[in-house]
C-alpha cells in the first residue's frame, strides 16, 4: 500500500512497491481552485515533460529511474532514492553550493534547464555514496544563456530566503561549482545582472529634492 | 501615547492618516486621480491632482482624528518607489510640516507599508505576504531584518496586467474592479500563455497574447481567461513557497488583493497547506495613509527617523533593501 510521503505545491509523493521494487509515485492531483481545463492541461503537460525530462538529464547528472507514466492519471512511478536533502544538511556545510552549482553546470552544459532547484530537490543517497537530482516538472531544453542564468536566479533566490545565514558562502560554492564545469559558464553568470536589472526597482535612483 | 501622521503619494492616490501606537487609525483620508478614459496615469497630471488635493486631504485626516499639528510625535511620507513628481508633492509637504513644527520625519517603502498595515490589521505574525498591486507582485518572507523576496514578476506587476488590459478595452486605470466586473459575465475559457519559472512569473506574453484576442473573442471571455490564468499563476507560486517555507499563515495585501476570484483561489491554497488567510480589509488594500502612517509608527518607536534638511525620494527601491528591525 502506498503512504503518503509528503505534499508539494505540484503533487503528491506516496512511497509505495512497484514490483519488488519500492518506488515514488508522483501524483499530480487536481488543484481545486483552478478552472478545469487549465489544470487538466498543466497537470498533462508537466507529467509529460517531467517523464521525458527526468530521462533526458541522465546524460548529465543522476535522476530515479522512471519505471511508469501515465498521462490519463497524471501519475509518474520512479526509483525511490532513499537519502537525505540537501535542504536538512546545507545549513551545517554550506560548502555543498559546490554540488547546486556543478550539477546545474553539467545539465546546462547539454542544454537542459531545470526551472526548479531549490535545495530540497537535491538528494544524497549514502548507500550508493552519489547526489541525485530530482522534481523536473518545470524543466525543459533550451540553449540561451538567458534561460540558463534565470535557472542561477532562482539558486540565488531561494537560497537567499531558504538559507539566509549561509546565503554568502552557499553562494560562492555554487558559482565555484558551476565555474568548474565550462568556460562559458562565467559569461552565464554575468547574465543574472542583466535579468535581476530588468526586475522591478532593480536600479535604485534615489535623489534629494 | 504617541500619535503620527502618514502621507501617502506614490502614484493616483494622495492620502493622509493619523495613527496611534495601539495601532488605531484615527483618520485616514484620500483623493484619487481619475485619468480620462482609456489612458494611463500621468504623472504630471497626477501630481498637479496631489498638489491641489494635499493640504485639504492633510486638515481633514487631523480634523477627524481630533489632533493638531502640535500633537502629532513624527511625520512619516512614502519616499517611494513611484512617479517621481507624485511623490515630490509628498515628501515636500511631510518636509515642510516636518521643519515648521519641529517634528522628526520618516520616510516609508511604500510597499512595506502595504505588508506592515495589512500584517497589524490583521494580526498576523510571521506570514508568508503576498504583495500585489500596480507597482509590485511579490511573495516575500521576513528573514533577520528583512523583507526577503522568495518569487516575483520577471517583467510587470499584476496591476499593470490588468491596467494595461484595462486601457485596451477604454477603461480608465486603475481598471481591476472594471475588468473584475466583466470577467464575471464571462464563462469560456480561452488558452493562454501560463509562463511560471520556478518561483517567478512573467505576464508581458500573456498582455501581448490578450490584446490580440480582442480582435477575435468577446471581451467577458477574455477578461475572465486572462483573470484565470493570471490568478492561478499567482496561486501556483504562493503554493509552491507555502509548500517549500510551511508558513503558518498567508497575508494578502495591496490593490489587487481586492479582487473575489483572487481571494476564492488563495482561500483554496490556504485550505490546501493547513495554513491560516489573512486578507487586508478592503478599505485599506488600495493605497492610503495609513500604511503609511503605521509603518512609520514602527520605525519611529524603532528610533528610525531623518532630519527634514536630509529627506529624500526614491522612483525605484527595492523593498528587500529595507531594514525592518523589529522583524529582527
Redesign the interface.
Known sequence: MERLVA????ADIYLGKWGPLEAIYKVRTP?????D??DK??RRHRTAREAKMLRAARIAVNTPHVLYVSLSRYIIVMEYINGKRMLDMIDEDPTMGRVIGEMLGRLHAHDIIH????T?NFIFDYRRNKWYLVDFG?SFISSRNEDKA??L??VK??M???H??RFGEIMNAFYEGYKSISEKNEEIIKKIDE?ER???????????? | MTIGLGIESTAHTFGASVIDESGKILSNVKSVYVPPSGSGIHPREASRHHADEAPSVVQSALKEARVSFKDLDFIAYSA??GLGPCL?VG??ISRFISAYYNKPLVPVHHGLGHIELGSMLTSARDPLALLLSG????VL?A??GRW????????M?IGQLIDQFGRALGLASPAGPAVEKIASKGNK?I?MP?V?????LSFSGLLTSVKKMLASYPQEDIAFSLQ??AF?ML??VT??A????RKAELLVVGGVAANRRLH???E??CR??GCEFKMVPVEYAGDCGAQIAWTGMLYFKNGFFVRPE?????????ID?VDVPWRG
Do not use: C
Request: hydrophobic share 35%; aromatic share 10%; net charge positive.
Open positions: 505534499r508539494g505545491a505540484e488543484k481545486q481552485y483552478m478552472i481545463e487549465l492541461r498543466l526551472g526548479d532547484p531549490n530540497a518545470l534565470v535557472d536566479h532562482l533566490e531561494v537567499y530566503v531558504q539566509p545565514a535579468i530588468r526586475g522591478r526597482y532593480a536600479r535604485s535612483r534615489s535623489f534629494l529634492f | 517611494g518607489p515630490r515628501a515636500t507597482g509590485h507582485t511579490m518572507s528573514v533577520r526577503r523576496v522568495f518569487g516575483e514578476t520577471l517583467d506587476t475559457y488558452e501560463y511560471v519559472k520556478g518561483n517567478d484565470e490564468t492561478s496561486a501556483e503554493e509552491r507555502l509548500a517549500l517555507l476564492e483561489m488563495l483554496a491554497v490546501r497547506h536630509s529627506a529624500f525620494v526614491k522612483q525605484s527601491w527595492r533593501e
